[in-house]
């Protein structure tokens, strides 16, 4: 029988991680044209609401029943508003490990967002389902992502050469595929623990009825 992780909704002071919806497609198509989230992917350029509608509907819901992983959509929880992704995935359930993948609208961003998704879904993913290991990884130019994992208190723990494949701008503005080198960062349970203490003692609780 395949281990799968529950449907579930988590909520924090700010935000609320729930499964992502249909009605998501417009905004999610939106911040996956974005050129960051273009840069630092392998999302198709240009990102249709068909790709969107593939993803949320299929593809997404597909890696949990296949127990891959989860993926959250992060919302405000004022607003509704579709702030972004975190994606549990390549799911190691012998070892009890997971890796982060995560995204944040251009809007929403420079307001802690990001690591407080991130932590709440690792905090979920540790205390409630007994998970030993998280990793990010993170390509080398891409600071933000790294100041993400360095603020929930990821250690670094090297550097994979060559191991992943970005894209920049052109001069005629089209898109090239480059090489890059991948920083992997790893967070275990003790490691919530310790400092950032503001950080390690962030709130979350898990709804499982969450429709």
Not at 6 to 23: G, N, Y
Not at 57 to 80: C, D, M, W
């Amino acid at each position: 029988m395949t281990s799968i992780l529950p449907e579930i909704s988590i909520t924090t002071e700010r935000l609320v991680l729930r499964p992502l919806d249909e009605t998501d497609v417009p905004e999610f198509t939106e911040m996956m044209n974005d050129e960051l989230v273009t840069a630092w992917t392998s999302v198709p350029v240009p990102y249709t609401e068909d790709d969107a509608r593939d993803w949320i509907t299929r593809q997404a819901p597909g890696e949990r029943s296949a127990g891959r992983g989860i993926v959250f959509a992060v919302t405000e929880f004022l607003t509704q508003r579709l702030v972004g992704t975190v994606h549990l995935r390549k799911v190691d359930w012998r070892v009890r490990s997971a890796e982060a993948a995560y995204v944040i609208a251009p809007w929403a961003r420079g307001e802690g967002y990001a690591a407080e998704s991130v932590l709440a879904a690792t905090q979920w993913l540790f205390l409630d389902r007994k998970f030993e290991r998280l990793e990010i990884r993170t390509a080398a130019d891409n600071t933000a992502s790294q100041q993400v994992a360095q603020k929930i208190g990821c250690v670094s723990e090297g550097v994979l050469r060559n191991a992943w494949i970005a894209r920049t701008r052109t001069e005629d503005g089209s898109w090239t595929d480059i090489r890059t080198d991948l920083i992997v960062w790893s967070l275990l349970p003790e490691d919530l623990d310790g400092p950032p203490g503001e950080m390690a003692g962030a709130g979350y609780s898990s709804h499982p009825e969450w429709r």
